[in-house]
């Protein structure tokens, strides 16, 4: 157990639908990372958090936005869903500087009909 | 732009051999690299680092070695167990002009033969 929560566990929504995915860090840890993971494909980041505030931004699509709270958890917000959208989404967090590590939560599986 | 690479998607090894999984990176800024385990319907799992000051690390079974000047890294899995079976991702970490970059590469799937 890395400590990283994420609800829901499953997802299936149509196309056109909007959804948010939920993220609990692990307990101290200030950055948040989203990741996406397409049919076995590898870990398409996403979108960074740290302490609130968007530290950094990948392949992210203008549909998808997210946000940290100021208790820490962060939401990914999907919406206009498309086939496409169907995948793997994890979140991770990580202590700040001293630690590379990324903890990873069990993912979301979403699945857009 | 493919900043880090595993060429290999994947990988069968007899049970009791040495695995070794490779990753090449491009950019030079990059100086922390790591190794994560993905089981199915699992998120990755932490496996062992490397910092760029060093060449390699060890960590039982697991040593990770790295080539600056290749651009390069490697996973050794020394004996490999069925257990080992999964998908392996490289990342690369670093700060360039103040921003700060965390890449996977795309995975290796290995699969340890009883």
């Known amino acids: 157990d890395s400590g990283v929560t994420q609800t829901p566990k499953h997802l299936i929504t149509a196309t056109g639908q909007r959804v948010t995915l939920r993220c609990s860090p692990r307990s101290g840890d200030l950055s948040v990372y989203w990741y996406q993971q397409s049919l076995d494909q590898g870990l398409q980041f996403l979108i960074q958090?740290?302490?609130?505030?968007?530290?950094a931004k990948g392949n992210i699509l203008e549909r998808f936005s997210a946000q940290q709270f100021p208790d820490l958890h962060s939401e990914l917000n999907l919406s206009s869903l498309e086939l496409g959208d169907s995948a793997l989404y994890f979140c991770?967090?990580?202590?700040?500087?001293?630690?590379?590590?990324?903890?990873f939560g069990p993912g979301t599986r979403l699945t857009v009909l | 732009d493919q900043q880090v690479k595993q060429n290999s998607p994947s990988l069968s090894v007899q049970e009791g051999r040495i695995s070794i999984l490779n990753c090449d990176y491009t950019?030079?800024?990059?100086?922390?690299f790591l190794w994560y385990k993905k089981y199915p319907a699992e998120g990755p799992t932490f496996l062992i680092s490397?910092?760029?000051?060093?060449d390699k690390n060890e960590d039982g079974r697991f040593t990770v070695f790295l080539n600056k000047s290749a651009k390069h890294l490697s996973l050794h899995i020394v004996p490999s167990q069925p257990g080992d079976s999964a998908v392996y991702f490289c990342a690369a970490s670093g700060t360039t002009s103040g921003t700060y970059k965390y890449i996977f590469g795309t995975g290796t799937r290995l699969k340890v033969l009883a």
């Open positions: 991770a967090s990580s202590a700040p500087y001293w630690d590379n590590t990324q903890y």
């Open positions: 958090y740290y302490n609130g505030e968007e530290r």
């Open positions: 950019n030079s800024m990059f100086d922390y």
């Open positions: 490397i910092s760029s000051i060093k």
